[in-house]
């Protein structure tokens, strides 16, 4: 098969999961978007979680129950319960083992850089909105 025929069938199974997906969304919950990078790269194939404000992440945190990047470092995140508080935390899962790996794995959180480092911060969603421009602008691979 030819290389366009294969990205013209990734890009329109990609179209379908999103379509699915919004429609499938409850009207009364919310959606998060934004981009994440790595190295200064759109960053695709990296695991995107909500957080509960009160937690950050932990080893061996499971990453399945998150969303994907697209290859273009741009995600998604339907369903989201309305005016709850989470951080939005990217994995870049480098071993491939679908868990959070210190020393292994780069991560990422949305927030506010301090000239020294990315400060977690919050976010919130209306009930049926959308909150974009959650971007993820740096991952770093953390010791143990």
Do not use: H
């Not at 919130?124 to 770093?140: A, C, H, K, M, W």
């Amino acid at each position: 098969m030819k290389r366009g025929m294969v990205l013209r069938i990734f890009i329109l199974a990609a179209v379908l999961v999103l379509v699915a997906s919004v429609l499938t969304c409850d009207p009364s919950k919310g959606i998060i978007t934004g981009s994440v990078y790595y190295l200064g790269q759109p960053c695709g194939g990296t695991y995107v979680l909500l957080l509960d404000e009160d937690s950050l992440i932990f080893l061996n945190q499971p990453l399945e129950n998150g969303t994907i990047t697209f290859d273009t470092g741009g995600y998604i995140v339907v369903n989201v319960k309305p005016d709850t508080y989470y951080y939005v935390v990217a994995v870049k899962d480098l071993n491939g083992d679908l868990k959070y790996t210190p020393g292994t794995d780069a991560v990422g959180y949305y927030g506010d850089y301090d000239g020294l480092e990315w400060l977690p911060k919050s976010v919130s969603v209306p009930p049926g909105q959308t909150v974009s421009g959650i971007d993820i602008n740096e991952l770093y691979v953390l010791p143990f």
